[in-house]
């Protein structure tokens, strides 16, 4: 009896959660759904609700599906950035002394602490032509000429490569500290080199982090809409742009909500994809 | 669509306004001293009188509008002359005016009020959203000059504008004197360009270029200025909706497509910036605030908008956001800065080069249509 009473408790704890993830999650994710199927006037904003298509189909107008593609890809591009810079970052702080490690881990996290719209500003001087990183550039004589990167496609992954970088570093950070690198030494004893050691051992052993850092920077990179605004200059036409843009300018709640619902499947087949990944590198 | 070519909104945005009050004040051109106008400003002329038909209007109105565009003093002021009547202010997260109909449609018992531009009201009574307003009761419009008063017939104008070419002569050693010459150097001034992140705005711009009306519907004409505007866009250092004028006095660029009101601005920060109202002609906006169908509050907003309209209230207002005026009534109260700036003064001649920007219709999603073909190319 006390057992179930105890249990009932538990339950109800989570009864804010739930409330607050049903009013605040579920029913607006219903509603864009709905939306999603609707039609609407955009000369009176009526807007009938119903079962049409319409909206889906011009989805694949190719001005929209080029879109997406360049929204997909830059998105990848940028995951690729914050995995190239992260995993040493996370490794390198992995194997220092557990007191320098945390740190480390609070100037992984400082960025946080400053507004995200604050710090995309920041970079916007940071990359300008004629800014700190093009004179740092030419002091090391790798480049001569204007950075040229701000307000271009480069410049939005750059962007999207620092604010989410963070993202990346602290769950490959977890996975390399869990190790046990007696592993390693095994590995060492047997005679592997220090590339075959890092191949067969420690990156498999990472990869449950790799594939969660993956995740929490690939999945909302995907919807950017503040970094390609402020960095790509307005030239570039990422999917987050066009779903504002068809909620805050044009008024076609029913299209803006289909390229939403449209997003989210994406972004759902993507996390399938990536955890069928993590089960696969899961060590066994 | 049908966007404003001015109002930032967005979170930057935001700050380009904050900015722009900030500026104005920094430089002084803010009327001094309104606050002590207090209550007296209520009964400062027999025409800003409250109604005597009626007592006195009770309430608080809502007004969706811009971030910061009003005056210092107004709200203030007017609520102290109308002890019981308020005006609360809301505004949208977005640059554009394109959401204001839908937002005020999907939300009629939300909003008692609103600012937006003749596509604005256009699309507002395509909607049936708009309440007529009882002009007995706002004897100021009189101060409103006829030109804008007969244009803008849904509510009090408010303010005007022009999209034209600011340009640094110091960087600059062509003369730019029309769109064609901006679209001939572009190639020499290649990542040097700033064209304002609005659509109606760059499109109309093409347009004038082209020779077409910036309210066109031939698709033919359209698809003529979207080929220009993607013929520009790789000279094009961004698309910018705010700080376009800051950039130009800092450096940033040395030619933007911009507002007059902003070019007015830079140019006291930098006088080598020169406005030019391009020869083929430029589009333009006019904007006014208008009542929302049935709104409970329409007598608190016709003692409003009467009292928005007293000559030195209006100045407030202008002093306040360094845009074009509608009120010569007003000018003597208004900063020479302002009045007296070539960009902003309103005669025969500029109106004669400009073409306000209207509502389109069905249109609308062709125009939807290109700026995203543009944006993508």
Same mark, same amino acid.
């Given at each position: 009896m006390m057992r179930y009473a105890g249990q009932a408790l538990r339950s109800l704890l989570a009864l804010p959660t739930l409330a607050w993830m049903l009013l605040f999650f579920l029913i607006p994710l219903g509603l864009v759904v709905v939306y999603s199927f609707a039609t609407i006037s955009l000369v009176t904003y009526n807007i009938s609700f119903g079962w049409t298509l319409s909206n889906y189909r011009q989805i694949h107008d190719p001005l929209y599906f080029n879109t997406l593609t360049r929204s997909i890809f830059l998105s990848i591009s940028a995951t690729l950035g914050c995995l190239l810079l992260g995993f040493p970052l996370a490794y390198f702080i992995s194997r220092q002394p557990s007191r320098w490690q945390k740190l480390l881990l609070v100037l992984v996290i400082?960025?946080?602490?400053?507004?995200f719209i604050v710090r995309t500003y920041a970079i916007v001087n940071l990359i300008d032509n004629g800014g700190p990183l093009q004179h740092f550039l030419h002091a090391l004589h790798?480049?001569?000429?204007?950075?040229?990167?701000?307000?271009?496609p480069k410049g939005i992954a750059l962007g999207i490569v620092y604010s989410y970088l963070p993202l990346m570093v602290l769950p490959i950070y977890v996975s390399l500290e869990r190790i046990d690198y007696n592993l390693v030494d095994a590995a060492n004893d047997l005679g592997a080199n220090p590339r075959r050691t890092f191949r067969r051992v420690t990156l498999p052993l990472a990869m449950p982090g790799v594939v969660v850092g993956c995740i929490i920077v690939g999945i909302p990179a995907l919807g950017e809409y503040v970094i390609p605004e402020i960095l790509g200059g307005g030239k570039t036409l990422m999917l987050g742009n066009v779903i504002t843009d068809q909620f805050l300018?044009?008024?076609d709640y029913p299209f803006g909500s289909a390229i939403a619902v449209a997003l989210m499947v994406v972004m759902a087949l993507a996390l399938i994809v990536f955890r069928l990944a993590q089960r696969r590198a899961a060590p066994s | 669509m049908n966007d404003l070519p001015h109002r930032p909104l967005s979170p930057a945005g935001t700050m380009r306004r904050r900015e722009l009050l900030a500026r104005a004040a920094q430089m002084g051109i803010a009327l001094p001293?309104?606050?002590?106008?207090g209550a007296a400003c209520g009964s400062s002329?027999?025409?800003?009188?409250?109604?005597?038909?009626?007592?006195p209007p009770k309430g608080t109105a809502v007004l969706l509008n811009y971030?910061?565009?009003?005056?210092?003093h107004t709200v203030a002021d007017f609520e102290t002359a109308y002890p019981g009547a308020g005006i609360k202010q809301a505004s949208l997260?977005?640059?554009?005016?394109?959401?204001v109909v839908p937002q005020i449609k999907a @939300?009629?018992?939300?909003?008692d009020a609103a600012l937006g531009d003749q596509a604005v009201t256009g699309q507002g009574v395509a909607a049936d959203i708009i309440q007529p307003l009882d002009w007995s009761k706002i004897p @100021?419009?009189?101060?409103?000059?006829e030109k804008f008063r007969s244009a803008y017939t849904h509510g009090i104008p408010t303010d005007y504008g022009k999209t034209g070419i600011g340009y640094r002569t110091d960087l600059v050693s062509d003369p730019i004197n029309s769109w064609a010459d901006l679209w001939n150097l572009a190639p020499k001034y290649s990542g040097k360009i700033v064209f304002t992140d609005l659509d109606r705005d760059c499109i109309g711009s093409a347009l004038r270029y082209k020779?077409?009306?910036?309210?066109?519907?031939n698709q033919d004409e359209l698809n003529q200025a979207l080929q220009a505007l993607i013929e520009i866009k790789p000279h094009l250092q961004a698309l910018k909706s705010y700080n376009i004028g800051q950039g130009l006095a800092q450096g940033s660029y040395a030619i933007a497509m911009d507002w007059d009101y902003d070019i007015a601005l830079a140019q006291q920060d930098n006088p080598h910036i020169k406005w030019v109202l391009p020869s083929e002609g430029a589009s333009a906006y006019l904007e006014g605030f208008f009542a929302v169908k049935d709104t409970p509050q329409i007598e608190v907003l016709e003692a409003f908008f009467n009292f928005f309209l007293e000559p030195k209230q209006y100045a407030d207002f202008v002093n306040t956001t360094g845009t074009a005026f509608v009120?010569?009534?007003a000018t003597p109260y208004i900063d020479k800065t302002i009045a007296q700036n070539p960009a902003l003064i309103v005669d025969p001649a500029t109106l004669a080069n400009v073409e306000f920007e209207n509502y389109l219709g069905e249109a609308t999603a062709a125009y939807n249509k290109l700026w995203d073909q543009f944006k993508s190319a």
């Open positions: 400082v960025p946080f602490w400053t507004s790798v480049l001569s000429g204007p950075l040229n990167i701000l307000y271009t300018s044009v008024g | 001293a309104l606050s002590a106008l002329s027999s025409s800003s009188s409250p109604p005597s038909s009626s007592g971030q910061g565009w009003m005056g210092k997260g977005s640059i554009s005016s394109g959401a @939300n009629m018992s939300t909003y @100021n419009i009189k101060n409103v000059d020779g077409y009306s910036v309210n066109t519907t009120s010569n009534a």
